[in-house]
């Protein structure tokens, strides 16, 4: 049974008076606790792709369906409902709020959810304890390295318990021992905790933590490639 | 972790730039605040004016007299109770710019006419019985020194000479709206002086003022005294006191319109400064409100977060402004004397402070927040990248 199924997904951005296509027909399933590398040249659509497949932004034509629901279908209100329950987002520039603490950070998504303000509290404690940052939990953003930095966000994406995280370029920004640290993170919640992962990356380090890869170029996806059971 | 705190800090992000905004939010409400009070200020003896009272002048204008035979005929017309006389005498006390307003008037009489100025009866005896006794209000009083048995010396404009007093009494409002800066004397003494020195300006009433025992027949009582006096040779125009102040007002009305405009202005002004402050903070932001949003926060949160800083932000600014405006207006109505003889801001003032203050807030964050509402996802996120 797969998790997320594109099919014919067609994506095109227009630029003055000539049209970029960038996705011309990409077809792909994934299976729940999958942890899933797409890798490509810059500019060849991977974050394009991640994005359509997490519900912000929409394809000119095709399907998507994750979990069931078709998400091209959905309003702008039932999208942005079914983002808050199902995905959790990883950016390469972690998209902290700066005004808020690491704790209130992870405990942000936990807003648009009917949780007390106890039960958010604990819960966002939790996911920072897990991403190893129960020391961290009253520190802003710009009093915490990159590799922190990044862990929150980790924690933030994980503290919804999302059917589907996707991490654009989650490295992109780290030197080697972070992106180590938050590499090994991800893997742990694909392999702990049965997370289903899609990440973009061109850092092939990286990609190797992935079970399987998968190459974009010029609008197309190659075959995937296993790289462990 | 409330979104008001997020609100909040946010505010305080720029705090160079916030401190500015206010200061200038501050001044804006401060200088409305004093503008409309000099406005107020102005219109004050019309608001404090009774209407239990008329005013009957001369039908040409108020600088032709009436003869005091009048005063029979009009305590004669059915309603009235009493009738007293007053005269505009526009004496200079030392200098010119010493100026407040000075009246001879019937010193049997005329207090009893005016009950809102408060006077000791001893002391308004004591008046009564100096044919140059005089009645100053206390401001008037309390800024030049003034105090009982002083001798003042006015130098006469309208009537030539030097004019010698003797202050008998000071009186005080019955409330804060009652202008405690004029000066009274005796109209025997004006009349008789007269006689002596210039016997063909003697016997002149400047006004009448009549005591109705129904304001409620106000407008019936004006008609007639007036047609008592219909061709006659010094024919009348009877009004109510807050009418015929009003009609001093309306001589000025430009000066009074430029200030409201000018008033206006500058929380337009405010208001420019206090948008473009939110435009920026919102366009800066965008990859914030992309993330909120990809977060599964609906467009109405960040359109939340622009408008409660912007009101945050006019509230603290407003109320500050506000809270000056009382001390502030206090310290001007003291250095311009008795210029303005009522200086208070009113409930009115405030209010209008504050509901420029709640629409500076709104109008500001009006744009940016559309702009934030409509913030893409996609195309906000690339931009940090
Ligand atoms: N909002 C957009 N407007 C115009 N062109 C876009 C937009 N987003 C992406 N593109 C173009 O689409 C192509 C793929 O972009 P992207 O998916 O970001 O690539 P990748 O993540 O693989 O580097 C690029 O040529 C990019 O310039
Ligand atoms: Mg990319």
Known sequence: MNLISL???????????????????????????????????????????????????????????VAGVDIVGLGERALADWRAAHIGF??????????????ENVELPLLLTSLS???RRQRATLALQLVGLSDRLEHRPNELSGGQQQRVAVARALVVDPTLIVADEPTGDLDRDSAAEVMS?????????????????????AAAHARAVMHLDKGELSRREELRA | MQTAKLILRNALRHKL???????????????????????????????????????????????????????????????????????????IYKEPKNFFPQFAVDAHNYFDLFPEFVIDPSARRDFQR?????????????????????GVTLKGTIFPGNWDFVVRAIYDGRDQSVDTSQFFFHW??????????????????????????????????????????ANSLAETLTETEKAFQLSFVSMIEAIVVAIRLVSFLVIFIILAVMANTMAMTARERS???????????????????????????????????????????????????????????????????????????????????????????????????
Request: net charge positive; with cysteine.
């Open chain 1, 7 to 65: 099919d014919g997904v067609v994506k095109s951005y227009r630029r003055g008076e000539q049209t970029v296509a960038v996705l011309s027909g990409v077809s792909l399933d994934i299976g729940a606790g999958e942890f899933l590398a797409l890798m490509g040249p810059s500019g060849s659509g991977k974050s394009t792709l991640l994005n359509l497949l997490a519900g912000i932004d929409r394809p000119d034509e095709g399907h998507i369906v």
């Open chain 1, 90 to 103: 990883i950016f390469q520039f972690y998209n902290l709020m700066p005004v808020l603490s690491a704790l």
């Open chain 1, 117 to 119: 303000r106890a039960e």
């Open chain 1, 185 to 205: 993170l991800l893997c742990r919640l694909n392999e702990e905790m049965g997370k289903t992962i899609v990440m973009v990356t061109h850092d092939s380090r």
């Open chain 2, 17 to 91: 730039r916030t401190a500015l905004t206010l200061l200038g939010l501050v001044v804006a409400i401060l200088a409305f605040g004093l503008l409309s009070t000099v406005v107020d200020a102005w219109y004050a003896g019309a608001k404090a004016a009774s209407t239990a009272r008329l005013i009957t002048r001369n039908a040409i204008s108020l600088v032709f007299s009436l003869p005091p035979s009048y005063e029979q005929k009009i305590r004669q017309v059915e309603g009235v109770s009493q009738v007293s006389i007053a005269n505009w005498f526009g004496g």
């Open chain 2, 130 to 150: 100096d044919r140059k006794g005089a009645v100053v209000g206390r401001k008037l009083a309390e800024t030049y020194g003034f105090k009982v048995g002083d």
């Open chain 2, 188 to 229: 025997d003494y004006l009349n008789e002086t007269m006689k002596r020195t210039a016997p063909r300006r003697a016997n002149q009433v400047g006004i009448y003022v009549v005591e109705l025992s129904n304001p409620g027949r106000a407008a019936e009582i004006s008609r007639e005294i007036d047609t008592q006096f």
């Open chain 2, 287 to 385: 990859a914030e409100y992309a993330t909120l949003k990809a977060l599964g926060f609906p467009p109405r949160f960040v359109v939340g977060l622009i408008v409660g800083e912007s009101l945050a932000i006019a509230a603290v600014g407003g109320c500050l402004g506000i809270a000056l405006t009382f001390p502030v207006a206090a310290a001007f109505g003291r250095a311009t004397g008795s210029l303005f003889p009522v200086f208070t801001v009113s409930i009115e003032t405030v209010a209008l402070q504050a509901a420029c203050t709640l629409g500076v807030g709104l109008v500001a964050a009006a744009w940016p927040g559309r702009y934030a509402a409509r913030v893409n996802i996609v195309d906000g996120l690339r931009a940090i990248a």
